[in-house]
């Protein structure tokens, strides 16, 4: 079972406007709407920021969002903020196995 | 609000069975599905498997041959089981709601580590 694929770094400036990306296949992130993205700080558990691609959960600010393209999943956070910064792991039901798959996770730095 | 606590053994000997269990406390066990996550130190997050409140369970193939997943709805709890545990079992273990059995995990507990030594 593969992990979808993740950039392992990413870095931008405060106020500017980053885009991490989730390459799967079409068993998982291309055949279903069921891409989620997770926050996570050092030493803390992982947050869920948006599921089914797009939608996001009460409380989660509208500087992020979700979007699907063929095999690939995306996540933009606008308005960078020093809080931003931390790991994010897509996630995405499976047909390959019947499951749940994780990428590899991407490292955000804020400048 | 709902919330998510793991708890169990910290440490674990080679070769014996980690068990963890999860206690759901705001929401009730028997609606939606209930999974286990792992993260080795340093690394990404794997998915254990999950079990649905009715006990149907679906796990990650690479470790199927060695975990358990329960639930007990009269104490609204889920518990984990892994055995033969290696060095490569250390990790934190996370439990977590799923929205849709493979959807996205919504509530997730604080993670508990489980390190696995002689």
């Known amino acids: 079972q593969s992990a979808l694929t993740q950039p392992a770094s990413v870095s931008g400036s405060p106020g500017q406007s980053i885009t991490i990306s989730c390459t799967g296949t079409s068993s998982d992130v291309g055949g279903y709407n069921y891409v989620s993205w997770y926050q996570q700080h050092p030493g803390k558990a992982p947050k869920l920021m948006i599921y089914d691609v797009s939608n996001r959960p009460s409380g989660v600010s509208n500087r992020f969002s979700g979007s699907k393209s063929g095999n690939t999943a995306s996540l933009t956070i606008s308005g960078l903020q020093a809080e931003d910064e931390a790991d994010y792991y897509c996630s995405s039901y499976t047909t390959s196995s019947t499951s749940v798959v994780f990428g590899g996770g991407t490292k955000l730095t804020v400048l | 609000q709902v919330q998510l606590q793991e708890s169990g053994p910290g440490l674990v000997k080679p070769s014996e069975t980690l068990s963890l269990t999860c206690t759901v406390s705001g929401d009730s066990i028997s609606s939606y599905y209930w999974s286990w996550i792992r993260q080795p130190p340093g690394k990404g997050l794997e998915w254990i498997g999950y079990i649905y409140y009715s006990g149907s369970t679906n796990y990650n193939p690479s470790l199927k041959s060695r975990v358990t997943i329960s639930v007990d709805t009269s104490k609204n709890q889920f518990s984990l089981k892994l055995s033969s545990v290696t060095a490569a079992d250390t990790a934190v273990y996370y439990c977590?709601?799923?929205?849709?059995?493979?959807?996205?995990?919504?509530?997730w507990g604080k993670g508990t580590t489980v390190s696995v030594s002689s």
């Open positions: 977590a709601r799923d929205r849709h059995g493979g959807g996205y995990m919504d509530v």
